[in-house]
């Protein structure tokens, strides 16, 4: 019996997925193609593999069975990788990056850059997902890390098969309209002004959520929006005031926006999230590695551009 481990691959991929069509997404082929591959196979093993008397496509217990051992094939290619890589004299490869807008302008393209000058047989892959579907395509490994945000006033929930590395505390401002008459001295006059709120999924949105029970007011939601570009126009029009990450105000120009000098608002972490592998080595992939190394070193640099556009932060 000759089984074709690029067929695996494919069962694989079905069988964490769970259905053809989303196999064939990750695997950048035609459903037509993964039908055909599945097929081969359930040839090569002379046993039905995929039980398809269903409307939806399940595997029987033979195809679970080999799927099992299919995982275990890419766990062990996964490892050959990484052990083949010590005897390269540069790292080289792709690395699959989730993350939003923020943080792709003011962390990954410097990062980008300085990869490009030291290790440019790495290749990011930038791909902009962000919240549930980024973390659901880390775990399905169509992405190799990801950049999370999350309100500090949150607790942190441990992920299992997931490692987090801290990059970032990003405080958040409040920003006015420039040309807003009687601007908020207290948090509590906040309570009558408008609002543009973050989505409720959202770090700033859940920021709003905590500091308006904290003080006792309900706010008044004008407009939610999810992108910080769009919420930042519309308070300088004059739509309502809003809670930013300091990192979306380097894309403010000068006098666009107010930004209070209310410091008690809160502030997100900016994580790294990667696999932990299942390897018999237990260690990081060390192209991963080097890629978080370059973006740490790019979120340090940012509290310099930071502290001359809008002062230090009140621990300093």
Same mark, same amino acid.
């Not at 393209?109 to 902009?128: D, N, Q, S």
């Not at 970032?168 to 309209?177: K, T």
């Not at 029009?237 to 209310?262: F, K, M, N, Q, Y």
């Not at 237990?282 to 740490?296: F, W, Y």
């Given at each position: ?7 695996? %691959? ?6 964490r /997925? ?19 591959? @599945? ?15 269903? $409307?939806?496509?399940?595997l +029987? ?7 099992g051992?299919?995982?275990?094939v890419? #766990?062990?290619?996964?490892? *050959?990788?990484?052990?083949? +890589?010590?005897?390269?004299? /540069?790292?080289?490869? &792709?690395?699959?990056?989730? =993350?939003?807008?923020t !943080?792709?302008?003011?962390?990954l393209?410097? *990062?980008?850059?300085?990869?490009a000058?030291?290790? &440019? ?5 930038i791909?902009?997902v ?7 395509? @880390? /775990? ?10 999350q ?11 997931l ?15 420039p ?5 908020p $001295? ?5 309570? /009558?002004?408008?609002?543009? =709120?973050?989505?409720? +999924?959202? =770090? ?9 029970? @904290?003080?006792?007011?309900? &706010?008044?939601?004008?407009? !939610? ?5 769009? =919420? ?8 309502? !005031? ?7 105000l380097?894309?403010? &120009? ?11 608002v809160? #502030?997100? $972490?900016?994580?790294?999230?990667? %696999?932990?592998? %299942?390897?018999?080595?237990? #260690? ?5 590695a080097?890629?978080? %190394?370059?973006?740490?070193?790019a +979120? ?17």
């Amino acid at each position: 019996m000759d089984i074709d481990p690029r067929r695996l %691959r494919v069962l694989h991929e079905v069988a964490r /997925r769970g259905g053809v069509i989303r196999a064939a997404e990750a695997l950048h082929l035609t459903p037509s193609a993964v039908s055909q591959q @599945l097929a081969q196979l359930e040839r090569e093993v002379g046993l039905a593999l995929i039980d398809r008397s269903q $409307r939806s496509v399940s595997l +029987t217990p033979a195809g679970r069975v080999l799927a099992g051992y299919a995982e275990r094939v890419e #766990e062990e290619l996964t490892e *050959a990788r990484r052990e083949l +890589t010590r005897f390269t004299e /540069r790292l080289a490869g &792709p690395v699959r990056i989730a =993350a939003f807008p923020t !943080v792709i302008r003011h962390v990954l393209v410097p *990062a980008i850059r300085e990869l490009a000058a030291c290790h &440019p047989k790495i290749v990011p892959v930038i791909h902009e997902v962000y919240g549930q579907p980024a973390l659901r395509e @880390l /775990r399905l490994g169509s992405v190799d890390l990801l950049i999370t945000e999350q309100d500090m006033g949150l607790p942190t929930l441990p992920q299992p098969s997931l490692s987090t590395r801290l990059l970032y505390v990003d405080e958040y401002r409040i920003v006015l309209p420039p040309d807003l008459p009687d601007p908020p $001295r207290t948090v509590a006059d906040l309570a /009558r002004l408008p609002w543009v =709120a973050g989505e409720p +999924t959202q =770090a700033t949105g859940q920021a709003l959520e905590r500091l308006a029970g @904290l003080h006792g007011f309900e &706010p008044r939601k004008s407009h !939610v929006i999810s992108d910080f570009e769009s =919420a930042l126009a519309l308070v300088a029009a004059g739509h309502g !005031v809003a809670i930013v990450p300091t990192l979306a105000l380097l894309d403010v &120009p000068a006098g666009e926006v107010r930004v209070s000098e209310l410091r008690e608002v809160g #502030e997100r $972490r900016l994580d790294a999230v990667t %696999r932990v592998g %299942r390897t018999r080595s237990g #260690e990081p992939d060390p192209v991963q590695a080097v890629v978080i %190394r370059a973006i740490e070193e790019a +979120t340090a640099a940012l509290e310099s551009t930071l502290r001359v556009r809008l002062g230090p932060s009140p621990q300093e």
